[in-house]
T-cell receptor
Framework: DAGVTQSPTHLIKTRGQQVTLRCSPK?????VSWYQQALGQGPQFIFQ???????QRGNFPDRFSGHQFPNYSSELNVNALLLGDSALYLC????????????FGQGTRLTVV | AQKVTQAQTEISVVEKEDVTLDCVYE???????LFWYKQPPSGELVFLIR??????QNEISGRYSWNFQKSTSSFNFTITASQVVDSAVYFC???????????FGKGTTLSVSS
């Protein structure tokens, strides 16, 4: 049973560029949440997708957007990258919006130069 | 507002020592969930335990134990007879009011030397 998988593992982008990160949820899960973890900090909630809609959003600007596909996989898009967007981006999956059983992927390390 | 505080930034111990990681939370909800996650250098958050606010029994799982005290809003984590493999960053987290997002503390880095 595959857990949560994220791609790519590492990514280097230039300021102003756009990036897309991908997440496949654990088998049987239909809800995907995205978190940003800056160096030395705890993860911060970005948003959550369920039934292909954004259900809740944390305190992040509109440059951060997402999508969920019919197979429950998800993408996180970040436009106009800033140096401060450099972080580990974690995807978590769960069932029916309830994060009481959330499982996390290994993350995508994004470096903006 | 909901908040999780992990006051210990870094802890260093020698193998076989016991170590306790502190977690203090703030919430106005009567029903809530608390979690502990382990983050090894690989980056993945590994689930350790979930505790709901109605269950104040302490839990033990092998060398790991958790002390939940609502009176002091604390949910502390103890590793008995620590091992080098326990070296990681440990996060305490609170599930938000909507039950849809985890609120994490800043984490405690545990280093266990041999």
């Amino acid at each position: 049973d595959a857990g949560v998988t994220q791609s790519p593992t590492h990514l280097i982008k230039t300021r102003g560029q756009q990036v897309t990160l991908r997440c496949s949820p654990k088998s049987g899960h239909d809800t995907v949440s995205w978190y940003q973890q800056a160096l030395g900090q705890g993860p911060q909630f970005i948003f959550q997708y369920y039934e292909e809609e954004e259900r809740q959003r944390g305190n992040f600007p509109d440059r951060f957007s997402g999508h969920q596909f019919p197979n429950y996989s998800s993408e996180l898009n970040v436009n106009a990258l800033l140096l401060g967007d450099s972080a580990l981006y974690l995807c978590a999956s769960s069932w029916r919006l309830q994060d009481t059983e959330a499982f996390f992927g290994q993350g995508t390390r994004l470096t903006v130069v | 507002a909901q908040k999780v505080t992990q006051a210990q930034t870094e802890i260093s111990v020698v193998e076989k020592e016991d170590v306790t990681l502190d977690c203090v939370y703030e919430t106005r909800d009567t029903t809530y969930y608390l979690f502990w996650y382990k983050q090894p250098p690989s980056g993945e958050l590994v689930f350790l335990i979930r505790r709901n606010s109605f269950d104040e029994q302490n839990e033990i799982s092998g060398r790991y134990s958790w002390n939940f005290q609502k009176s002091t809003s604390s949910f502390n984590f103890t590793i008995t007879a620590s091992q080098v493999v326990d070296s990681a960053v440990y996060f305490c987290a609170l599930l938000n009011q909507a039950g849809t997002a985890l609120i994490f503390g800043k984490g405690t880095t545990l280093s266990v030397s041999s």
